[in-house]
């Protein structure tokens, strides 16, 4: 069990953010919760730390990032292959 290879920016979050490369089937505790990753999941990446409705924020340092794009299983990569950003400047 990983306790310490990730960060959980703010109590609000239902994202952490890992601090080293995790494989598909490992699992972190977050909040006494256990979460099973469902894919290897990089460095620096984000991992849902609960399921994530589509069109729900996804919440990183307390604050909403970007939506996602689809439903996102706790355990699940988050990444824009299925979130948006909310901060998109053109």
Do not use: W
Request: charged residues 20%; hydrophobic residues 40%; proline residues 2%.
């Amino acid at each position: 069990m990983n306790t310490n290879n990730f960060i959980l920016l703010n109590d609000c979050d239902n994202v952490a953010v890992l601090l080293k490369d995790l494989h598909q089937g490992e699992q972190i505790e977050v909040n006494g919760s256990h979460i099973v990753l469902a894919e290897d999941i990089c460095y620096q990446h984000k991992v849902a730390i609960r399921p994530i409705a589509k069109g729900e924020n996804i919440l990183k340092y307390g604050l909403p990032i970007g939506h996602a794009t689809k439903d996102i299983a706790a355990g699940e990569h988050v990444h824009e292959h299925n979130l948006t950003s909310n901060y998109n400047i053109k």
